[in-house]
């Protein structure tokens, strides 16, 4: 049971909430002529297992967390007591949930603890409830704390622990994510998770490995030989030692220079110690990399070892590998010496893939061996038990051997350089730096790869995702993203690697490539070049949907309808928000997510989302051409937005 917040110029509260065991939740009056007389009754779908009563505004919200790990809210009218037709539920965890008041930036908001902590407020600049979740331990129970150090704050049992906490909030409309920054010491090109077994059956350990490197820059030992100490640890305490010793046999006029002379090295040793980068080398080719194992559990993500590559040896990519051999995951890391970016054709770099192992109960890497190949590698995946590579335009089987890596099989029909390269069954979907997405199949019998399947259309392909057996998805250096699907009819064979030129073969013979195209399902101009790109879900019981990255740092989403009815709700409200909403850009948004080509199958989420900044009788005028009203519309705005996040 709550009884809500006494409103200001009131002795009382005008309504009370009460869970009750027939999975009903009761809202009674409390006012001295209708006292404890029904307003409204709701019917859930699990037991009720705490209620809460917030005031936001003018407007009264009822909070339901119930024993499935489930909470639901109703808007309660703040006159009658009315409860809305309409809800708004969301899965929060396994544990039952518990509602509780609290204060944040000087607004009502309602703490919801499950199997971590959420916090529900109001959003004022959209007039929408946003539901966020908490980065930190599941609490058991809490409550509002003030105190004379803590203005708003929150005080929480977890376990045998009394905690004291406050949200931080930085005051951006759904902030959603919490990050935690490790310093690295070039440009992070690639990173694999690598799962080891756990302790004596205990559970896996998962760790991070990244690769890094950066062109015109020297490594760690070059620039310490240098005199460039990005630390500035060591020199600061060999200078320091050196006046110590020459001080004690000085007076007080060599002090006071001492003094300043340690003043002066302590600024020369902070100059040292910033994060702008060293000196430039003078001849390209030059380059700085390393290996760096993470281990992103816990609170923070820290390092645990940093493997520093040879002279001018830059790392590519990374792949986490378990040979048939072997029944322990292995790093493979692909790298290049004296590779220039420019004029690739005219340099001529060594190229090796590396195999790395973890030891010492996954805090340090060891190195096993390194194998040379003719070209560098950009792109390295597992395979059924081997180890599978893009060097250069060749696709290339490798099975462990005790010295170096052992070839197995090999195809070189790509027109380009491999870029991205995923596998799946006996298939490998792999993306080249200008014609686009292959789909290549192994024949175990012949022990062969069969091209399935390409892209009709070239793509500078920057990134992929698998969505099945059968799709990928596509980034590309020009801000497109694409869905590819494999036809029906190459589903099960494909067209040899190198057909067969037989002296049978008719000289009006068409010599045109016969290989099957891949179909275009979707397309989406998103505006910069898309980097990276992955399948999840982002909370528990959430929707799985097609997370991406930009080259300025913005996170993305994709996220796939669920039946034809939200299909067509979305269409007809983006047709509408394309003449009612402001243009950013100044150009139709149908015609800016078209620039490259046609905006296929996919709704532009951001026009969607201008549907609450309109005014109120943009926002009227627009319900009535749907048909619905505007509060129906901005919870199907919600709801979409919590199937993500």
């Not at 194992?293 to 520093?308: A, H």
Request: include cysteine; aromatic fraction near 6%.
């Amino acid at each position: 049971m709550d009884l809500g917040i006494v409103p200001a110029g009131r002795t009382r509260s005008a309504f009370a909430a009460v869970g009750c065991r027939d999975n009903t939740v009761k809202v009674l009056s409390l006012l001295s002529d209708s006292l404890l007389i029904q307003k409204s009754r709701t019917v859930l779908q699990s037991r009720p297992h705490s209620v809460c009563l917030q005031r936001s505004s003018e407007d009264i919200w009822l909070t339901v967390g119930m024993d499935d790990g489930s909470s639901i809210r109703v808007s309660i009218d703040p006159i009658t007591g009315a409860a809305a037709s309409g809800s708004n539920q969301r899965f929060l965890g396994a544990r039952p949930v518990t509602a509780l008041r609290a204060t944040v930036d000087s607004q009502p908001t309602t703490v919801l603890l499950s199997s971590r902590p959420w916090i529900s407020r109001h959003d004022a600049t959209t007039g929408t409830v946003t539901t966020d979740p908490l980065s930190y331990a599941p609490l058991d129970h809490a409550a509002m704390f003030r105190g004379a150090f803590v203005q708003e704050g929150i005080v929480a049992t977890a376990g045998s622990t009394l905690r004291i906490l406050s949200v931080e909030t930085r005051g951006n409309r759904g902030e959603s994510f919490n990050q935690h920054c490790v310093g690295l010491r070039y440009t992070p090109r690639q990173m694999c998770l690598l799962e080891l077994a756990g302790n004596a059956g205990g559970e896996p350990r998962r760790l991070l490995a990244v690769c890094e490197s950066d062109h015109n820059d020297y490594n760690a030992d070059g620039k310490q030989s240098l005199g460039f100490d990005p630390n500035g640890k060591q020199t600061a305490k060999k200078k320091k030692t050196e006046d110590d010793a020459m001080d004690m046999d000085e007076d007080d006029d060599a002090d006071a220079n001492s003094e300043e002379s340690e003043e002066e090295e302590d600024e020369e040793v902070q100059s040292r110690a910033t994060t702008v980068r060293g000196p430039v080398p003078l001849t390209p080719g030059t380059w700085g990399g390393c290996i760096r194992l993470l281990d992103p559990s816990g609170s923070g993500c820290t390092s645990l070892d940093v493997v520093e590559l040879e002279k001018n040896e830059a790392a590519l990519c990374c792949c986490s590998v378990r040979f048939h051999s072997r029944g322990e995951s292995l790093l493979a890391v692909g790298t290049a010496t004296g590779l220039i970016p420019r004029g690739a054709k005219k340099s001529q770099p060594v190229a090796h893939i590396i195999l790395y192992r973890v030891i010492l109960n996954g805090d340090r890497l060891q190195m096993l061996h390194r194998t040379k190949v003719e070209a560098p590698v950009l792109a390295l995946a597992h395979f059924q038990g081997r180890l599978l590579a893009g060097v250069g335009g060749t696709l290339r089987l490798y099975e462990m051997g005790k010295k170096q890596l052992l070839r197995k099989c090999e195809y070189r029909s790509l027109p380009s350089v491999i870029k991205t390269l995923q596998t799946a069954g006996d298939r490998a979907y792999i993306g080249d730096m200008l014609h686009g997405m292959h789909f290549i199949r192994y024949d175990t019998v012949q022990d062969r790869f069969v091209s399935q399947a390409n892209d009709k259309t070239s793509r500078c392909v920057t990134c992929q995702e698998l969505i099945d057996l059968n799709t990928v998805a596509v980034g590309d250096k020009f801000g497109n993203i694409s869905i590819l699907r494999l036809p029906r009819a190459s589903d099960s064979g494909g067209a040899p690697a190198n057909p067969t030129n037989s002296a049978t073969r008719a000289l009006w013979e068409s010599r045109q490539d016969t290989t099957p195209k891949l179909e275009l399902i979707c397309n989406y101009y998103v505006g910069e070049i898309v980097t990276g790109m992955t399948r999840a879900a982002l909370v528990a019981g959430g929707a799985e949907a097609l997370i991406y990255v930009t080259i300025t740092g913005r996170i993305n989403a994709l996220l796939p309808f669920g039946s034809r009815e939200d299909t067509e709700f979305y269409q007809q409200l983006e047709l509408n928000l394309r003449m009612e909403a402001e243009r950013v850009t100044g150009r139709d948004p149908c015609s800016y997510r078209s620039y490259y080509a046609p905006i296929r199958h996919i709704m532009d989420g951001d026009l969607c989302d201008a549907y609450a900044l309109l005014s109120a009788d943009q926002q009227a005028k627009i319900a009535e051409k749907l048909d619905r009203s505007v509060g129906e519309i901005m919870k199907k705005l919600e709801d979409t937005r919590n199937g993500l996040l």
